[in-house]
């Protein structure tokens, strides 16, 4: 794979071929993980949990053409296309295409490349994620109140999945040895994590209201959102900031409430419900405790000091 060409501009043609056929986005995310020769067995096993995401958005139809009788999702083809075209640039630029790396992201998806473990696949996934996250809040904006709430219902889980391989005890308290297999993305676990199917309809554009979804969600999401992530979202996003040296993000949370796209005065859609299971978990795996200066200690040794936003 040699040309003039820089890997971006390669990478940006290869999304562009996509845009419109959810198919051949799939078709693309699948190569990207075969590596730039087509043989890359130490990177395809990661390839699981990223395709069990890529098909829960193509059953809802959100990555539809946006000309089509039902049109996708602008938020949501934009938020997938950054993943695509970071990952095909990596690829680019492993197989020999000039240089340099359009975006940090990048850079986090080629040290993936050279050395793929669960926590480099994070890093590089949700590098990109975030990015997207943040370069789009406008068409995040336009989108429908319950759409908004799911678009940060997302963020928190694919944070707390990174989470579960690379601070444990931020995650899991002290069942922190069960968190590295939960969090493997190698593995079917994770896609448990990323998956929203029991509380959303394979439908776009979402109908109904946020407590009329809520009401829907039960047994294992409901103990996640609300046992696990909720009381732990301020330190959640604070390390993940710190963890992809993306700042920015410090910007999607409040005193622990989400706000991406959504009024700090209609945080109580994140307090949880009543409920005899998730008091139960609350004292069961309490989040990790924060030092008098605001230190996370969530991390594998010694405790986290988030960046100034």
């Given at each position: 794979m040699t040309s003039d060409v820089t890997a971006a501009v390669w990478a940006a043609r290869q999304v562009a071929r996509v845009r419109d056929d959810p198919a051949g986005r799939t078709a693309l995310m699948r190569r990207c993980y075969s590596g730039p020769f087509g043989k890359a067995p130490r990177h395809l096993p990661f390839r699981?949990?990223?395709?069990?995401?890529?098909?829960?958005?193509?059953?809802?139809?959100?990555?539809?053409?946006a000309s089509g009788d039902r049109p996708g999702s602008p938020w949501w083809r934009a938020v997938n296309e950054r993943i695509l075209r970071d990952g095909c640039e990596a690829v680019g630029l492993s197989g020999g295409l000039p240089g340099p790396a359009s975006s940090p992201a990048v850079d986090l998806w080629?040290?993936?490349?050279?050395?793929?473990?669960?926590?480099?696949?994070?890093?590089?996934?949700?590098?990109?994620?975030?990015?997207?996250?943040?370069?789009?809040?406008g068409l995040a904006e336009a989108e429908n109140e319950v759409e908004r709430f799911f678009m940060n219902v997302v963020l928190c889980r694919v944070l707390y999945a990174h989470t579960l391989v690379a601070a444990p005890?931020?995650?899991l308290g002290p069942l922190r040895p069960l968190a590295p297999f939960l969090g493997d993305p190698r593995l079917g676990m994770t896609g448990i994590f990323l998956q929203l199917s029991r509380v959303l309809p394979a439908e776009y554009p979402l109908r109904g209201t946020v407590q009329s979804h809520l009401d829907r969600e039960i047994g294992?999401?409901?103990?996640?959102?609300?046992?696990?992530?909720?009381?732990?979202?301020?330190?959640?996003?604070?390390?993940?900031?710190?963890?992809l040296s993306e700042p920015g993000l410090l910007g999607c949370v409040r005193d622990?409430?989400?706000?991406?796209?959504?009024?700090?005065?209609?945080?109580?859609?994140?307090?949880?419900?009543?409920?005899?299971a998730l008091r139960f978990v609350h004292r069961t795996l309490p989040p990790a405790a924060a030092d008098h200066a605001g230190a996370v200690r969530g991390g594998r040794?010694?405790?986290?000091r988030p960046p100034c936003p």
């Open positions: 699981r949990a990223a395709m069990s995401f890529m098909g829960w958005q193509l059953r809802r139809g959100v990555l539809r053409p080629r040290s993936f490349a050279d050395r793929p473990t669960a926590r480099a696949w994070y890093r590089a996934h949700n590098g990109s994620v975030v990015a997207a996250y943040l370069e789009n809040r005890r931020l995650s294992f999401g409901r103990l996640l959102d609300f046992g696990m992530i909720v009381p732990r979202l301020q330190q959640l996003y604070e390390w993940s900031a710190h963890e622990g409430a989400p706000i991406y796209a959504w009024p700090y005065d209609d945080r109580h859609v994140w307090q949880p419900p009543r409920s005899v040794g010694g405790a986290f």
